[in-house]
């Protein structure tokens, strides 16, 4: 009876003592976690604190589905020699997809600093720091004329807003956009559907610069 004792005691203290490594073990790897968010959080604070307080963001962050961000991709004939400059670029993913499938150099702009930190841990967990750097900056104060591939997700009046700094792109840039155009002031020179998993078929437009304006934008 003693020895059963004993073997259900010294049970009970191993299933103890795991249970204390379990947690330890856990708790370490959340402060780990926190740590690197709060890193990025830290850095991105750090530079963007004065613009952080000049306005809200335009519109709520939505994900751009991934088969989209394939087509949109796919539509701008992307290469390696590109440079992608994604406006509004939310969690980052068509700059790291891009960067991926690619080969090639991205820069994913927006104003909202928790989109921000949310598109800098995407490009540390794809390990494409190299080809991608992600900025705090309002797009409409931006000079666009480096990039060679626009990529929009915005609504058509943002991106009629932002015509002014498209007209300024090198001859030839293609600037790609999912789900909304420009309000007919400007001509697309393709657009196709994209089926998607959640339900409804995207649409995406091309634009090829010099920008081809309606004379309903004159």
Known sequence: MTTNIDIRSNRSQIFVFIMHVFVLTLCLAMVFI???????????????????????????????????????????????????????????????????????????????????????????????????RIEQKDIFTLDLRDASVISLYLLSSLNVKLIPQLEKLKPGTLIVSHDFDMQGIVTTDKTIKVPSDDNPTHTVYLWITPLKKNDMGN
Request: net charge negative.
């Open 34 to 132: 926190g740590f690197g968010h709060q890193v990025i959080r830290s850095e991105v604070d750090s530079a963007n604190q004065e613009l952080r307080e000049i306005r809200s963001p335009d519109i709520l962050f939505v994900p751009t589905p991934q088969e989209v961000v394939d087509k949109m991709l796919e539509l701008a004939e992307v290469t390696k020699d590109d440079l992608i400059y994604d406006l509004g670029c939310g969690d980052g993913r068509i700059v790291v997809t891009a960067a991926k499938k690619y080969g090639c150099r991205g820069v994913g702009y927006d104003i909202d600093p928790e989109r921000v930190i949310e598109s800098m841990e995407n490009v540390k967990e794809n390990n494409v720091q190299k080809l991608v």
